[in-house]
């Protein structure tokens, strides 16, 4: 049985870990980020415990625990119980979903690793949005893509945003980082990958036209505003467009992503 800790001081060392996170230098993609892997909700929490993260502590409110019982039978790590009011002061804003855990990093998955071993891959440049990578992490998990390689300028998908927005499934979908960008997408070529730069540049290959559904294939996606930069669309072997109305020039990038994971799973 799990041993479950009541907190009634807010000031209690022991939940550290989950103090003040709405600051900023919580983001472990800044400076003096600390770090940490932290999931929120019961769904989520339920998605950290099954992963390879180890976790170093459970928070939350006596209802969401024991919504957790079976999924923490078996965690050694602490589990800490508090009201609503201690919870809220020591977390630093009202948390709705009821729970959190706190986990350190898994060891990194190399490139090379991630690449050997897939037939379906995302490459990210420039996607800075916390919530577009966390949705595309999802996306991925549910269409099928074995993993997601990150380029240069994306955040830290491991931030508390991302994984809320993913639904944990950034907690599952390996991912990798290209120091040399776009240089390491030789590793794609060497690999017999197929390497197609989504873009709605009018010259483009149309999607319905490009089948994307035969051999290995790494969907290239640029960020926000300026999408792919011309370095990282020369770097692949097709430019490929989502056909759309007239008056629309674009699509969110984790809407994109998803419409282009479905054509290349052959589903």
């Known amino acids: 049985m799990v041993h479950i800790v009541e907190i009634s001081d807010?000031?209690?060392p022991r939940v550290d870990d989950f103090r003040d996170l709405s600051r900023a230098d919580r983001r472990?993609?800044?400076p003096g980020g600390r770090g940490l892997v932290i999931a929120e909700g019961v769904v989520v929490v339920e998605r950290l415990l099954a992963s390879p993260y180890p976790v170093r502590a459970l928070f939350g409110v006596r209802r969401r625990i024991e919504e957790l019982a079976e999924a923490t039978a078996s965690l050694?790590?602490?589990?800490?119980?508090a009201d609503t009011g201690v919870m809220a002061r020591v977390v630093g804003f009202?948390?709705?979903?009821?729970v959190l855990a706190v986990a350190d990093r898994a060891?990194?998955?190399?490139?090379?690793?991630?690449?050997g071993r897939s037939r379906r891959l995302a490459v990210l440049e420039?996607?800075?949005?916390?919530?577009?990578l966390g949705a595309l992490f999802r996306n991925a998990a549910a269409l099928g893509v074995d993993g997601l390689l990150l380029g240069a300028g994306c955040s830290d998908p491991l931030y508390r945003r991302s994984v809320r927005v993913s639904m944990g499934h950034v907690l599952r979908v390996p991912f990798a980082h290209l120091d040399s960008w776009p240089e390491d997408l030789k590793l794609l070529?060497?690999?017999?990958?197929?390497?197609?730069?989504?873009?709605p540049r009018v010259d483009a290959k149309s999607l319905r036209e490009a089948a994307l559904d035969q051999g290995p294939v790494a969907v290239l996606l640029g960020s926000e505003g300026p999408g792919l930069?011309?370095?990282?669309?020369a770097a692949a072997d097709l430019a490929v467009r989502i056909p759309m109305v007239s008056g629309v020039d674009s699509l969110n990038v984790a809407t994109a992503a998803a419409i282009t994971f479905h054509a290349i799973s052959g589903a």
């Open 76 to 81: 050694d790590a602490p589990v800490y119980v």
């Open 10 to 12: 807010v000031d209690d």
């Open 107 to 115: 060891p990194a998955v190399t490139p090379a690793e991630l690449v």
């Open 28 to 30: 472990p993609d800044r």
């Open 94 to 98: 009202h948390l709705n979903r009821g």
């Open 189 to 199: 070529r060497d690999n017999d990958f197929r390497i197609v730069a989504l873009t």
């Open 126 to 132: 420039g996607i800075g949005d916390h919530e577009n």
């Open 229 to 233: 930069t011309e370095e990282a669309i």
